[in-house]
């Protein structure tokens, strides 16, 4: 019986050992690795885990990463760019018209590439040239250099041009035409012509209205107006338009009566504008109507101003603004009142 119990304690205390030590075991494996059978979907949970980490970490902004890799911000960078060339092939494809042109105003374009360079030298204005090298020719580009050049001659001889101011406007005039011949030479027509031919124009203009309009019946005076415009050439080379040699015919007839002026101004109508004279007679209603209403409201306005100075010694200052304000109100709703 005894030898039965002793039996029993060993086995039972062998028992507790190999539980104790299958504990510590286990207990040891934590750390590294999981104790449990490992559930047959870990590993694809693990890759999802991992692309989910990597789309993060690819849409968080990276500078170095961009400077490293040029070709991101290259689509950009040439979109910059093409606009620049078509500006610099829209410029060279003006400048090829406007120096073909004579009489012409390549001066103008000619000016503002003048202004653009003007902060540096001519010579280093280069810089500012390398576009249009890249659309003009050799040949072009070396005339446009030396316009330059030119310009910049002519501009400094202008300012050191001594113009009398007895001389007429024709004496001045033609100074500063005979610097620019020698200047530009053949490119004068090319750069100055249509403003020779419009500052021409305005001078035999001026001296007919002077000296001969008032002396000639009026059918003749806007017959001789309508062959100066006509011979001058300025129409045709769009140098003035249909309104404003409308204007001047009817500076011609300013000298008439009433009545007789409306009677000439209809036929000039119908002369300058054709088919648009009756939308030009309203327009001109509309423009009288208004010069009216204007000039009432002026003259409205003077009499409320002399009646409130006469009265601003005899009032309040307060009370002198107060009513001078709702007065005035008052005229420009009654004149005005959309």
């Known amino acids: 019986m005894m030898n039965r119990r002793i039996s029993l304690l060993a086995f039972t205390l062998l028992l507790c050992s190999l539980g104790w030590w299958w504990l510590n075991a286990t207990a040891n494996q934590l750390p590294n690795e999981p104790a449990a059978t490992p559930s047959p979907h870990s590993e694809t949970d693990n890759k999802i885990k991992r692309t989910e ?48 042109q004579a009489p012409g105003n390549l001066q103008a374009w000619l000016d503002t590439l003048w202004q653009q360079c003007q902060a540096q030298s001519v010579e280093r204005c280069e810089q500012q040239l390398t576009g249009l090298a890249a659309v003009l020719s050799a040949e072009e580009m070396a005339e446009l250099k030396a316009l330059l050049l030119d310009y910049q001659q002519y501009q400094q001889q ?54 001969e309009a008032a002396g000639l019946p009026v059918a003749q005076r806007l017959a ?54 009756k939308n030009v007679a309203a ?15 002026q003259q409205a306005l003077r009499q409320l101003e002399a009646r409130f100075a006469a009265l601003k010694s005899q009032l309040e200052p307060q009370v002198w603004q107060a009513q001078y304000a709702e007065a005035l109100q008052q005229l420009r709703l009654s004149h005005f009142p959309n």
């Open 53 to 100: 980490d990597v789309k993060t970490s690819s849409s968080q902004h990276n500078p170095a990463q961009e400077a490293q890799n040029p070709d991101a911000l290259s689509e950009a960078e040439l979109a910059a760019k093409e606009r620049q060339s078509q500006l610099f092939e829209a410029m060279a494809q003006e400048y090829r018209q406007l120096r073909q």
């Open 158 to 211: 202008l300012g050191q041009l001594i113009l009398s101011t007895a001389m007429s406007p024709q004496q001045r005039f033609a100074e500063i035409k005979a610097l620019r011949e020698q200047t530009f030479g053949q490119m004068t027509d090319a750069l100055f012509g249509q403003e020779h031919q419009f500052a021409e124009y305005q001078f035999k203009l001026d001296e007919f209205q002077q000296l």
């Open 224 to 277: 001789k107006l309508a062959e100066l415009q006509q011979n001058s050439g300025i129409s045709a080379e769009g140098l003035i338009g249909p309104d404003q040699a409308y204007q001047q015919a009817l500076r011609m007839i300013n000298d008439l009566p009433a009545a007789e002026r409306a009677e000439w101004q209809d036929k000039l109508r119908q002369q300058y504008f054709g088919d648009e004279a």
């Open 283 to 297: 327009y001109e209603q509309q423009q009288r109507q208004q010069l009216k209403k204007m000039q009432a409201y």
